[in-house]
């Protein structure tokens, strides 16, 4: 009894590892590969790698969409590094762009997603790929998957510039403003881009709060203040405040 135990044991942990295997390996769907994506802006960017950020809502976070000049690379890996280990990218809305312009849509690309990265493979290295994912809330953060110069716009409204509220790095960026957004630019860049951004309008309204509190908290000590000063006044009136320090002639305290 005990060995057929241990057998169907075995055996239950064997099909739970080989179907947490098939789940993981299962990929991105053709549908998420051909979605939509809108990269005509992207394209026309000088940079080799062009990021443009959406902000999220109270509901979803926000999300980005890349075009890539491959420049030389037939094999791209994406992926995102955690706090313990390296997980592959969600993407979606894949194109690719041979030199001559045209267009192969995502499904009709190799792409395999693995344990630790998903891996897309081009028809030439000369061409351009596009590519769109999650980023987070407020924030991004992601591999320069190929060196070069990079420029990531960040949302309609946002701005990265307060050091209390936003951050850039690595540094070595120029920032500017096209029409009312923020973009960051690297000439040349090979490490992990990581940004926090905030929404401009907030900034006053922040600080409009931090000065409400201090104006309320200096007329409760105002007023603090004035109550003990008050009841001070009232004990002398009535005489509660009795000298305690012992007379020079030993004699008990109050007396003359």
Excluded at 24 to 29: L, P, Q, R, T, W
Aim: charged share 25%; proline share 4%.
């Amino acid at each position: 009894m005990n060995r057929r135990l241990v057998l169907a044991a075995i055996a239950i942990a064997l099909l739970a590892t080989l179907a947490g295997c098939s789940a993981f390996s299962g990929g991105i769907s053709d549908e998420q590969l051909d979605q939509d994506g809108n990269y005509s802006e992207l394209r026309d960017s000088e940079a080799d790698v062009a990021i443009d950020l959406d902000d999220g809502n109270l509901i979803s976070d926000g999300e980005f969409r890349a075009v890539y000049d491959l420049n030389g690379s037939e094999e791209l890996s994406l992926y995102r590094s955690t706090l313990f280990r390296e997980e592959p990218l969600e993407i979606n809305s894949v194109r690719y762009w041979y030199p001559n312009g045209t267009e192969l849509t995502g499904s009709e690309l190799d792409v395999e997603q693995g344990r630790s990265k998903t891996t897309v493979q081009v028809p030439d290295e000369n061409g351009t790929l596009a590519f769109s994912g999650d980023a987070g809330r407020k924030t991004f953060r992601l591999p320069a998957y190929v060196e070069g110069s990079y420029e990531v716009t960040v949302p309609e409204g946002h701005r990265t510039s307060n050091f209390l509220f936003g951050d850039v790095s690595p540094n070595g960026y120029e920032r500017e403003v096209v029409d009312g957004r923020e973009r960051l630019s690297w000439d040349d860049l090979d490490s992990t881009i990581s940004l926090r951004y905030y929404l401009a309008r907030d900034v006053p309204l922040f600080l409009g709060l931090i000065g409400a509190v201090v104006l309320l908290g200096g007329v409760g000590i105002g007023y603090y203040y004035r109550q003990v000063k008050r009841l001070q006044k009232e004990r002398e009136e009535f005489g509660l405040d009795i000298d305690t320090d012992d007379d020079s002639d030993g004699g008990p305290p109050g007396l003359l």
